[in-house]
Protein backbone atom coordinates (compact mmCIF):
# COMPACT_ATOMS: atom_id res chain seq x y z
CA UNK A 1 0.00 0.00 0.00
CA UNK A 2 1.44 3.44 -0.64
CA UNK A 3 2.46 5.37 1.70
CA UNK A 4 1.88 8.76 0.19
CA UNK A 5 0.65 10.63 -3.10
CA UNK A 6 4.29 10.22 -4.80
CA UNK A 7 4.81 6.52 -4.20
CA UNK A 8 1.10 6.33 -5.56
CA UNK A 9 1.89 8.08 -8.53
CA UNK A 10 4.93 6.03 -9.26
CA UNK A 11 3.18 3.07 -8.77
CA UNK A 12 0.50 3.93 -11.01
CA UNK A 13 2.41 5.23 -13.52
CA UNK A 14 5.05 2.35 -14.01
CA UNK A 15 3.42 0.10 -15.94
CA UNK A 16 0.37 2.22 -17.24
CA UNK A 17 2.00 5.13 -19.71
CA UNK A 18 1.59 5.74 -23.54
CA UNK A 19 4.95 4.41 -25.45
CA UNK A 20 6.23 7.86 -26.96
CA UNK A 21 8.59 7.68 -30.25
CA UNK A 22 9.32 11.80 -29.87
CA UNK A 23 8.60 14.33 -27.88
CA UNK A 24 5.23 16.17 -27.29
CA UNK A 25 4.02 20.16 -27.03
CA UNK A 26 2.01 20.53 -24.65
CA UNK A 27 1.62 24.80 -26.04
CA UNK A 28 2.62 27.07 -28.64
CA UNK A 29 4.44 28.61 -26.82
CA UNK A 30 6.67 25.61 -26.13
CA UNK A 31 6.72 24.57 -30.29
CA UNK A 32 7.94 28.14 -30.44
CA UNK A 33 10.50 27.92 -28.43
CA UNK A 34 11.71 24.41 -29.40
CA UNK A 35 11.65 25.57 -33.02
CA UNK A 36 14.09 29.18 -32.27
CA UNK A 37 16.31 26.87 -30.30
CA UNK A 38 16.65 23.79 -33.15
CA UNK A 39 17.05 26.73 -35.51
CA UNK A 40 20.34 27.98 -34.12
CA UNK A 41 23.20 27.34 -36.44
CA UNK A 42 26.28 27.68 -33.90
CA UNK A 43 26.37 25.08 -30.65
CA UNK A 44 26.50 26.68 -27.20
CA UNK A 45 28.11 25.59 -23.85
CA UNK A 46 24.80 23.61 -22.57
CA UNK A 47 23.14 22.43 -25.88
CA UNK A 48 24.97 19.32 -27.30
CA UNK A 49 24.55 19.36 -31.44
CA UNK A 50 24.68 15.69 -32.46
CA UNK A 51 24.16 14.07 -35.73
CA UNK A 52 21.69 11.59 -35.91
CA UNK A 53 24.28 8.66 -36.72
CA UNK A 54 26.26 9.21 -34.11
CA UNK A 55 23.42 8.91 -31.80
CA UNK A 56 22.35 5.92 -33.70
CA UNK A 57 25.85 4.14 -33.24
CA UNK A 58 26.54 4.96 -29.55
CA UNK A 59 23.23 4.24 -28.39
CA UNK A 60 23.25 1.63 -25.26
CA UNK A 61 20.91 -0.78 -24.61
CA UNK A 62 19.47 -0.16 -20.83
CA UNK A 63 17.82 -2.55 -19.02
CA UNK A 64 15.06 -2.19 -16.80
CA UNK A 65 15.38 -4.20 -13.75
CA UNK A 66 13.11 -4.51 -10.84
CA UNK A 67 14.82 -3.61 -7.37
CA UNK A 68 13.89 -4.90 -4.02
CA UNK A 69 10.56 -3.41 -2.49
CA UNK A 70 10.67 -0.33 -0.31
CA UNK A 71 11.03 -1.79 3.35
CA UNK A 72 7.75 0.00 4.71
CA UNK A 73 5.13 0.18 1.98
CA UNK A 74 6.47 -3.11 -0.13
CA UNK A 75 6.05 -0.98 -3.25
CA UNK A 76 8.28 -2.35 -6.01
CA UNK A 77 10.24 0.00 -7.97
CA UNK A 78 12.70 -0.38 -11.36
CA UNK A 79 15.75 0.59 -12.02
CA UNK A 80 17.73 1.33 -15.52
CA UNK A 81 21.10 -1.15 -15.81
CA UNK A 82 23.80 -1.05 -17.99
CA UNK A 83 24.10 -3.87 -20.57
CA UNK A 84 27.32 -3.14 -21.83
CA UNK A 85 30.58 -1.23 -20.49
CA UNK A 86 30.00 2.45 -20.65
CA UNK A 87 32.47 5.09 -20.80
CA UNK A 88 32.53 8.51 -19.77
CA UNK A 89 30.66 11.16 -22.14
CA UNK A 90 28.86 7.98 -23.61
CA UNK A 91 25.53 8.42 -24.72
CA UNK A 92 22.90 6.32 -22.77
CA UNK A 93 19.70 7.01 -23.96
CA UNK A 94 17.06 9.90 -23.78
CA UNK A 95 13.52 11.24 -21.99
CA UNK A 96 10.99 11.54 -23.80
CA UNK A 97 7.71 12.86 -22.91
CA UNK A 98 5.60 15.87 -22.84
CA UNK A 99 7.33 18.86 -23.36
CA UNK A 100 5.64 21.97 -20.76
CA UNK A 101 6.40 24.83 -19.09
CA UNK A 102 7.06 24.32 -14.98
CA UNK A 103 3.87 26.27 -14.44
CA UNK A 104 1.90 23.78 -16.31
CA UNK A 105 3.34 21.53 -13.90
CA UNK A 106 2.06 22.71 -11.03
CA UNK A 107 -1.50 22.87 -12.59
CA UNK A 108 -1.32 19.04 -13.48
CA UNK A 109 -2.67 16.50 -10.73
CA UNK A 110 -1.47 13.49 -9.10
CA UNK A 111 -3.50 11.87 -10.88
CA UNK A 112 -3.45 8.42 -8.39
CA UNK A 113 -4.52 10.23 -5.45
CA UNK A 114 -6.41 13.50 -7.88
CA UNK A 115 -4.70 15.69 -5.44
CA UNK A 116 -2.73 18.92 -6.92
CA UNK A 117 1.21 18.86 -7.06
CA UNK A 118 2.46 22.24 -4.66
CA UNK A 119 3.07 24.95 -6.97
CA UNK A 120 7.16 25.74 -6.35
CA UNK A 121 7.76 21.68 -4.79
CA UNK A 122 11.36 21.24 -3.89
CA UNK A 123 11.29 17.56 -5.39
CA UNK A 124 9.85 16.80 -9.11
CA UNK A 125 6.88 14.38 -9.29
CA UNK A 126 7.58 10.69 -10.39
CA UNK A 127 9.17 10.43 -14.23
CA UNK A 128 9.35 13.99 -14.23
CA UNK A 129 12.62 15.87 -15.27
CA UNK A 130 14.01 19.48 -16.01
CA UNK A 131 15.75 19.77 -19.38
CA UNK A 132 19.30 21.82 -17.91
CA UNK A 133 20.00 24.40 -20.59
CA UNK A 134 19.61 27.91 -19.59
CA UNK A 135 18.54 28.63 -23.09
CA UNK A 136 15.44 26.19 -22.52
CA UNK A 137 13.81 29.04 -21.15
CA UNK A 138 10.85 30.95 -22.45
CA UNK A 139 10.48 34.69 -22.90
CA UNK A 140 10.00 35.13 -18.93
CA UNK A 141 12.55 32.85 -18.05
CA UNK A 142 10.59 29.87 -16.98
CA UNK A 143 12.00 26.39 -17.23
CA UNK A 144 10.78 23.23 -19.53
CA UNK A 145 10.25 19.67 -17.99
CA UNK A 146 9.30 16.87 -19.38
CA UNK A 147 6.74 14.91 -17.92
CA UNK A 148 6.94 11.28 -18.88
CA UNK A 149 4.19 10.05 -16.27
CA UNK A 150 1.30 9.24 -18.80
CA UNK A 151 3.35 9.54 -22.23
CA UNK A 152 7.26 8.26 -22.40
CA UNK A 153 9.59 5.96 -23.77
CA UNK A 154 10.46 2.82 -22.55
CA UNK A 155 14.00 3.28 -21.11
CA UNK A 156 14.71 6.71 -19.38
CA UNK A 157 12.10 7.83 -17.64
CA UNK A 158 13.01 4.41 -15.06
CA UNK A 159 15.82 6.04 -14.04
CA UNK A 160 16.70 6.74 -10.20
CA UNK A 161 18.54 10.00 -9.25
CA UNK A 162 20.46 10.86 -6.05
CA UNK A 163 19.99 14.22 -4.39
CA UNK A 164 23.14 14.86 -2.98
CA UNK A 165 22.09 12.74 0.81
CA UNK A 166 23.94 10.33 2.22
CA UNK A 167 21.75 6.84 2.75
CA UNK A 168 23.14 3.81 1.17
CA UNK A 169 25.76 3.05 3.53
CA UNK A 170 27.67 6.01 2.28
CA UNK A 171 29.75 8.30 4.39
CA UNK A 172 29.30 12.00 4.30
CA UNK A 173 31.91 12.86 1.77
CA UNK A 174 32.58 9.68 0.58
CA UNK A 175 32.07 10.90 -2.99
CA UNK A 176 29.13 10.78 -5.41
CA UNK A 177 26.77 8.53 -6.15
CA UNK A 178 25.80 9.67 -8.91
CA UNK A 179 27.21 8.26 -12.43
CA UNK A 180 24.95 10.36 -15.62
CA UNK A 181 23.91 13.51 -16.13
CA UNK A 182 21.29 15.45 -17.76
CA UNK A 183 21.81 17.24 -21.48
CA UNK A 184 19.81 19.17 -23.95
CA UNK A 185 20.36 17.90 -27.40
CA UNK A 186 19.30 18.87 -30.44
CA UNK A 187 19.48 16.28 -32.95
CA UNK A 188 21.46 17.30 -36.63
CA UNK A 189 20.28 15.81 -39.34
CA UNK A 190 22.24 17.26 -42.05
CA UNK A 191 24.84 14.70 -42.53
CA UNK A 192 22.32 12.28 -43.10
CA UNK A 193 21.20 11.23 -46.67
CA UNK A 194 19.18 12.94 -49.20
CA UNK A 195 16.31 10.24 -48.86
CA UNK A 196 16.36 10.42 -44.77
CA UNK A 197 13.13 11.76 -44.01
CA UNK A 198 13.67 15.31 -42.81
CA UNK A 199 12.81 15.38 -38.42
CA UNK A 200 10.72 17.66 -36.74
CA UNK A 201 11.68 19.96 -33.93
CA UNK A 202 9.46 17.45 -31.28
CA UNK A 203 12.31 14.74 -32.86
CA UNK A 204 15.24 16.86 -33.35
CA UNK A 205 15.01 18.30 -29.51
CA UNK A 206 15.83 15.47 -26.75
CA UNK A 207 16.62 15.04 -23.22
CA UNK A 208 20.09 13.02 -23.63
CA UNK A 209 21.27 10.87 -20.70
CA UNK A 210 25.54 10.96 -20.38
CA UNK A 211 27.65 9.50 -18.40
CA UNK A 212 30.32 10.85 -15.96
CA UNK A 213 32.68 7.88 -15.46
CA UNK A 214 33.00 4.43 -16.40
CA UNK A 215 29.68 2.09 -15.31
CA UNK A 216 30.02 -1.02 -15.52
CA UNK A 217 27.99 -4.22 -16.92
CA UNK A 218 24.72 -4.74 -14.96
CA UNK A 219 25.38 -1.77 -12.79
CA UNK A 220 22.60 1.12 -12.15
CA UNK A 221 22.55 4.40 -14.08
CA UNK A 222 21.86 6.77 -11.46
CA UNK A 223 21.24 10.60 -12.58
CA UNK A 224 22.54 13.34 -10.47
CA UNK A 225 19.68 15.16 -9.52
CA UNK A 226 20.80 18.01 -6.86
CA UNK A 227 19.64 20.45 -8.57
CA UNK A 228 15.88 19.75 -8.56
CA UNK A 229 15.80 16.10 -6.75
CA UNK A 230 12.97 13.99 -8.01
CA UNK A 231 11.23 10.72 -6.54
CA UNK A 232 12.36 7.72 -6.20
CA UNK A 233 15.91 8.91 -4.93
CA UNK A 234 18.84 6.31 -4.47
CA UNK A 235 19.84 7.26 -1.15
CA UNK A 236 16.51 7.06 0.84
CA UNK A 237 18.10 8.07 4.36
CA UNK A 238 15.24 9.41 6.43
CA UNK A 239 17.31 11.92 8.07
CA UNK A 240 19.22 13.67 5.14
CA UNK A 241 17.39 12.46 1.92
CA UNK A 242 16.02 16.23 0.40
CA UNK A 243 13.25 13.61 -1.68
CA UNK A 244 12.41 11.97 1.41
CA UNK A 245 11.93 15.82 3.73
CA UNK A 246 10.32 16.78 0.28
CA UNK A 247 7.20 14.34 0.15
CA UNK A 248 7.28 14.78 3.88
CA UNK A 249 6.61 18.50 3.09
CA UNK A 250 4.28 17.98 0.51
CA UNK A 251 2.00 15.47 2.36
CA UNK A 252 1.95 18.00 4.78
CA UNK A 253 0.63 20.53 2.41
CA UNK A 254 -2.04 17.77 0.56
CA UNK A 255 -2.92 17.67 4.28
CA UNK A 256 -3.47 21.41 4.87
CA UNK A 257 -5.24 21.71 1.14
CA UNK A 258 -7.75 18.86 2.01
CA UNK A 259 -8.96 20.47 5.46
CA UNK A 260 -9.00 23.64 3.44
CA UNK A 261 -11.30 21.61 1.14
CA UNK A 262 -13.35 20.16 3.82
CA UNK A 263 -13.57 23.72 5.39
CA UNK A 264 -14.93 25.03 2.38
CA UNK A 265 -17.19 22.53 1.58
CA UNK A 266 -18.81 22.67 5.61
CA UNK A 267 -18.86 26.49 4.90
CA UNK A 268 -20.86 26.06 1.56
CA UNK A 269 -23.33 23.45 2.87
CA UNK A 270 -23.81 26.24 6.24
CA UNK A 271 -24.46 28.58 3.22
CA UNK A 272 -26.78 26.66 1.36
CA UNK A 273 -28.95 25.65 4.54
CA UNK A 274 -29.18 28.76 6.02
CA UNK A 275 -30.40 30.37 2.73
CA UNK A 276 -32.94 27.36 2.50
CA UNK A 277 -34.14 28.05 5.98
CA UNK A 278 -34.02 31.87 5.55
CA UNK A 279 -35.81 31.29 2.13
CA UNK A 280 -38.65 28.80 3.96
CA UNK A 281 -38.62 32.07 6.56
CA UNK A 282 -39.34 34.67 4.28
CA UNK A 283 -41.63 32.66 2.44
CA UNK A 284 -43.87 31.86 5.86
CA UNK A 285 -43.71 35.69 6.10
CA UNK A 286 -45.13 36.33 3.08
CA UNK A 287 -47.99 33.79 3.77
CA UNK A 288 -48.64 35.64 6.78
CA UNK A 289 -49.08 38.62 5.44
CA UNK A 290 -51.07 37.42 2.55
CA UNK A 291 -53.29 35.88 5.04
CA UNK A 292 -53.53 38.96 6.68
CA UNK A 293 -54.19 40.96 3.77
CA UNK A 294 -57.03 38.75 2.62
CA UNK A 295 -58.63 38.95 6.55
CA UNK A 296 -58.71 42.63 6.17
CA UNK A 297 -59.91 42.94 2.85
CA UNK A 298 -62.35 40.25 4.05
CA UNK A 299 -63.63 41.96 7.21
CA UNK A 300 -63.64 45.85 4.90
CA UNK A 301 -66.10 44.05 2.47
CA UNK A 302 -68.08 42.94 5.53
CA UNK A 303 -68.19 46.57 6.39
CA UNK A 304 -69.26 47.92 3.01
CA UNK A 305 -72.24 45.04 3.30
CA UNK A 306 -73.45 46.45 6.12
CA UNK A 307 -73.59 49.81 5.37
CA UNK A 308 -75.52 48.99 1.95
CA UNK A 309 -77.95 47.07 3.97
Request: contains cysteine.
Amino acid sequence: MPSDAFEAEYESCTSVFAIANSNRFSCPEIESLIHRISSTPSPTDDILRISQKILDTTTTLPIIDPLPPHPISNVRRLGLFTSSQIVPGQYICDIRGDLLPVRELWNRKLKAVDVPIQQDSSIAPPFVFSHPSKRVRLDDGEGVVVDAREYGARDGRFLRGWCGGVGLGLEEGSGDRCNAILKTIIVDDSEESELQTELFPNERFLLGVFATEVIQPGEEIILDRREWPGYPCVCEDEEGCRVVKGIAEHEKWRKEVEEEEVRRAAEERARIEAQAVAGAASAKLERRKEKEKKQVEKERDEEVDKDDA
